[in-house]
């Protein structure tokens, strides 16, 4: 139900936008957001995004990811700039939300796009 897509490798320094559609029986969605994961270690908060609150950022990628997208729509995208060795991971999109209908809670994750940053 959530779709990444966006990652590749890059150059320290470079860029790369992320994408991650959510579809299927969505509701009214609450929380989007991204996570990594590099190897070896446990998957992180990079920023999340809810509805009537400012976007919240990991202090590792303040002033240099953006988080941005339509909730309404499902769509949340980050934008990735003066990326480093240390951002190399597997980014996973995460939404939070009340399916229509029976109104029941979820909480989805998409697979992960993978990020390489070489130096």
């Known amino acids: 139900q959530l779709q990444a897509s966006g990652g590749g490798l890059v150059q320290v320094g470079g860029s790369l936008r992320l994408s991650c559609a959510a579809s299927?029986?969505?509701?009214?969605?609450?929380?989007m957001g991204w996570y990594r994961q590099a190897p070896g270690k446990e998957r992180e908060l990079v920023a999340t995004?809810?509805?009537?609150?400012?976007?919240n950022y990991s202090d590792t990628v303040k002033g240099r990811f953006t988080i941005s997208g339509d909730k309404a729509k499902g769509m949340v995208y980050l934008q990735m700039n003066s990326l480093q060795p240390e951002d190399t991971a597997d980014y996973y999109c995460h939404a939070e939300g009340i399916e229509w209908g029976r109104r029941n809670k979820y909480s989805h994750w998409g697979r992960g796009t993978q990020v390489t940053v070489s130096s």
């Open positions: 995004t809810t509805k009537g609150s400012s976007p």
């Open positions: 299927g029986n969505i509701g009214s969605i609450n929380v």
